[in-house]
């Protein structure tokens, strides 16, 4: 069974830092493409960021600079660390693992972020 649960969202202020955590079981991280998502209300999904099984990255150009996306293999979990937050990033952040034609969504975490 695969499990898929974020951590670290919170409230904090514009200019602010969190580290979002992805902790994943029953597959591995390495295997999948991982991905974050956030969806703020009233607005679509939207990918932020994802790290490929090979290890390249890509993210979302208002987020450029700013997040980072990264994996530890030994924990099997990846980590979403966003700096400078602005107003604008306030959502529901989700985790997703993505192979072989198959999603592994977790429940979010909320980030919001006061100006």
């Known amino acids: 069974q695969v499990r898929v649960v974020e951590s670290g969202g919170g409230l904090v202020q514009s200019g602010g830092s969190l580290r979002l955590s992805c902790e994943v079981s029953g597959i591995s991280v390495t295997a999948y493409r991982m991905g974050w998502f956030r969806q703020a209300p009233g607005k679509q999904r939207e990918l932020v960021a994802f790290?490929?099984?090979?290890?390249?990255?890509n993210y979302e150009d208002s987020v450029k600079g700013r997040f980072t996306i990264s994996r530890d293999n030994a924990k099997n979990t990846v980590y979403l660390q966003m700096n400078s937050l602005k107003a604008e990033d306030t959502a529901v952040y989700l985790c997703n693992a993505y192979g072989w034609q198959m999603h592994y969504w977790g429940q979010g975490t909320q980030v919001t972020v006061s100006s």
């Open positions: 790290l490929n099984s090979g290890g390249s990255t």
